[in-house]
Structure formats: structure tokens, C-alpha cells
């Protein structure tokens, strides 16, 4: 209306100058607007970064203090309580040795007792013929045997404890020494294999190693024959020391064609207490721990029950490089095979027909054979059922859900090619390697 009646100006012209106006100043109105919202929005956004600033600088102080408490608590309680675990170690195994050393007391006063009730003239000829009978156990200190002649009744408070075959009386035996002597100075030591396989599949998974000694005629002698008179001339850790230098060319050979199949090599308890073997026997072993998987060290029960707190710390030695252990020739049932789990004894041997109640001297316990498997399992160890000799026996173990079998049924022990031997030091020659 100013410019058409005031300017004079056409109606059209000025309806076209209004709108213009109009939106001109409808846009300005906008822009001024949203700046005012970008910059309460910025200043909106700034505020909130110092508040999560200060967020993530108590998040880290707090994580700090965290980590310390983590830290800094275990350590402080460690240093109290392993002081503490290993008094108690110390204490238990004396303790252990305190009770069978009594054991042993009471079952030799029993024994007496009963013979001097006996006349003389009535007393059987069995002690003399059994202190003279070869035994397939080598000789082990500790350990106890019911009374001669009596059978087990509960008389005293450790009948419940683990009974083992009494020690045979190692009586010297020249010509035999000087054989075992002769044939380690001329290397007449030979290597035997024989396999442990996965059933039903027979598969093989590992062989176990067995010593012969040849002597001059050719002829060979058995461990069970050599070993007690090896140990008492102190020469089974020479025998030992070979065994593994040579088992771990063997394991270099198998791991270059089959990474699975490992060796079980059987040690005397004499030799983990032998200070002249067994640090450098420790600094090889810890040189060749790669291998840790594939070596697994074999004990008889009978030497597992008479070691003591110098032993168990060998094996936790080895034990702490990987390498596991496994026990034979078990004879009783009772003994504690969660706490050998807990030392790192992975398997346990059974033969056959003491497992299928063919043979009547394996002491059970509360605990039927066909159960063993089972029970071991639970504490993380393997049955492997051996002296497999026939596929009746075979059938019977795969009734029983059996899953690792040794026995002449799947191969006799079979003597190691001299190629695979080839650079393994002769049985004078590990002192000097360990040594270097």
C-alpha cells in the first residue's frame, strides 16, 4: 500500500517487491536462528567432552589402584603361604616314612612272633626259597609285606595301607657284574621297541623302551636278570644315561614321520637321587624339552611307593619341563593315584590278567580291577592294559571299553636299526655330553 499510494507505483510491481521483502527477511530470521542453535549446540558438546575427560581420568586412576591390588595382594599372600606348604610337604612325607617304617617294624615282630610260637622243626622251607628266587621287581627300599606264613587280618591300624612284594636280599654276584661292566665298556647295550597301541583301531601311539646287555656268547640279558645287580654296583645311571641319549634319536627319527607316536623310558628311582647323573641328566633333558610330549618316564609301583622326598623332587623337576610319568607293574589297587596325578603321572599299566581276575595277587581294595580305567580317569590318567597276549584276552579288553593295550599279540620287542642310532654316544660318553 506505501508504494502504490505513496511512490505511486503499479500494484503488481508492488506485490512482487512486498513477497520479496518478505522472504528476505524470513531468511535472514532462519540463519540467525540456527546459528543460535550451533552455537548453544557447540557449546553443548564441549561441556560434555570435559565431563567424559574427567570420566576416563577416573576410569584410569581407578584401573591403576586395580592392577596394584591384583599385584601386589598374590604375591604378599604367596610369600606367607609357601613357607607354610612346604613345611606341610616336608612334614607329610615324613610322616609317610614315619608310618611305613612302623608297618615294617610291626610286620617283621609279627613274623617273629609267629615263628617263635612255631617248633623248629615244623617251619617251612618258603623263606629260604624266596630270598633265593629271582623277582621280576628290582629291589626298592621302604615299603611293607604282610607276615610270613599268615594271611591279611586286621591287626593294627595300617593294614589298610598299600601292601607290595617283599624286597628280595640282593646277594653280590661277581661274574654277573663284571658281565654287566664288560658290556657297557663294549657297547653291547641294545635297544628294544615294542609298541603301545589304541584300541579297537591298534594303532600305535607309543613304544616302550627295553634294555638288553649282550654278553660275549651273544646271548641276552633281560632287565630282569641285570638290573638289581646293576644298581648295586652303581651302574644303573650309566645304563639310564644311555637309554636316553639314544631314546631321543629314536624320538627324533619318529617325529620326522609320525609326530604322534612318543617313548616310554623306564628309570630308576637310584638315579634321581644319583648327584653325579641327574643335574646333568636336568640341563639335557631341559635342552631337548621340545620333545617333553613324546618322552614319558615308567616307574614301578613298587619303586613309586618306596621314594621319597629327594625323588619327589626330581620328578617335580622334570615335571615342571613338561615331561609326564606313568606307572607299572602295579600290584595293588589302594594306592593313592589321585596324589601320583598331582605329581604328574599321566598312566598307569595293568596287566591283563590281573585285570580280567585271571590272576588272583592284585590286591583290590574297595574297588573292582574292571573299574581302574574309570577311576584314574577321573584324576586325568590313562589305563594301558599290557602282557596282551592272545585275541580272547583282546576281546574281553574291548568289553571293557579298553583303549590303550601292549602285548606279544601286537608285536614282541624288536631290537633298534643301528642307522637310527647312528651319532648316539657310546655308554662311556655321557658324562663328557653332559658336560658340554
Known amino acids: 500500500m506505501v508504494l502504490v499510494y505513496q511512490f ?77 606348604f612346604a613345611e606341610v610337604e616336608v612334614i607329610g612325607s615324613l610322616v609317610k616314612q614315619m608310618a611305613e617304617a612302623m608297618a615294617d617294624m610291626e610286620a617283621r615282630l609279627e613274623d617273629q612272633r609267629v615263628s617263635d610260637m ?102 641276552l640279558l633281560e632287565p630282569v636278570e641285570f638290573l638289581a645287580e646293576a644298581i648295586r654296583i652303581k651302574q644303573i645311571a650309566t645304563l639310564d644315561n644311555l637309554q636316553l641319549f639314544r631314546s631321543l634319536q629314536i624320538i627324533k627319527r619318529l617325529s620326522a614321520r609320525n609326530r604322534e607316536a612318543g617313548l616310554f623310558c623306564n628309570l630308576s628311582p637310584a638315579t634321581l637321587v644319583d648327584e653325579s647323573f641327574f643335574p646333568g641328566f636336568l640341563e639335557f633333558v ?66 591283563a590278567a590281573r585285570l580280567l581276575m585271571q590272576d588272583e595277587s592284585l590286591a583290590q581294595g574297595n574297588i573292582h580291577p574292571s573299574d581302574f580305567g574309570a577311576l584314574i580317569q577321573r584324576f586325568g590318567m590313562e589305563l594301558i592294559v599290557d602282557h596282551v597276549e592272545t585275541e580272547a584276552t583282546l576281546v574281553e579288553l574291548l568289553d571293557l571299553d579298553t583303549r590303550n593295550a601292549q602285548g606279544h599279540l601286537f608285536s614282541p620287542p624288536r631290537p633298534v636299526r643301528a642307522d637310527v642310532l647312528k651319532g648316539a654316544p657310546s655308554p662311556r660318553a655321557p658324562r663328557r655330553a653332559e658336560a658340554s
Open 286 to 351: 631341559k635342552a631337548n624339552e621340545s620333545y617333553a610330549d613324546l618322552l614319558v618316564f615308567e616307574f614301578t609301583q613298587a619303586d613309586v611307593a618306596s621314594m621319597g622326598l629327594l625323588e619327589f623332587e626330581s620328578l617335580a623337576a622334570l615335571s615342571d619341563l613338561g615331561f609326564r610319568f606313568s606307572i607299572d607293574h602295579i600290584t595293588d589297587l589302594r594306592m593313592d593315584f589321585k596324589a601320583l596325578a598331582d605329581k604328574g603321572f599321566r598312566y598307569a599299566k595293568l596287566n
Open 8 to 84: 505511486a507505483r503499479p500494484l503488481g510491481e508492488a506485490v512482487s517487491i512486498s513477497v520479496a521483502m518478505f522472504c528476505l527477511l524470513a531468511v535472514l530470521h532462519l540463519l540467525v536462528t540456527r546459528g543460535s542453535e550451533r552455537n548453544n549446540l557447540s557449546d553443548a558438546m564441549d561441556r560434555l567432552e570435559d565431563r567424559v575427560s574427567e570420566v576416563d581420568e577416573d576410569l584410569s586412576n581407578l584401573e591403576g589402584r586395580l592392577t596394584g591390588v591384583e599385584t601386589n595382594i598374590p604375591a604378599r599372600t604367596r610369600e606367607e603361604i609357601d613357607p607354610l
Open 118 to 219: 612255631q617248633p623248629q622243626m615244623h617251619l617251612p622251607p618258603q623263606p629260604q626259597h624266596r630270598l633265593e628266587a629271582p623277582n621280576e621287581q628290582p629291589p626298592h627300599s621302604g615299603g611293607y609285606q604282610e607276615p610270613a606264613g599268615q594271611t591279611a587280618q586286621p591287626h593294627s591300624q595300617y593294614t589298610q595301607q598299600p601292601v607290595y612284594p617283599e624286597p628280595r636280599i640282593q646277594r653280590p654276584n661277581p661274574a654277573l657284574a663284571a658281565e654287566i661292566r664288560a658290556a657297557i665298556d663294549a657297547n653291547r647295550v641294545d635297544l628294544y621297541l615294542q609298541p603301545i597301541v589304541t584300541l579297537p583301531q591298534r594303532r600305535v601311539r607309543f613304544y616302550e623302551v627295553l634294555t638288553r646287555l649282550r654278553t660275549l656268547d651273544g646271548d
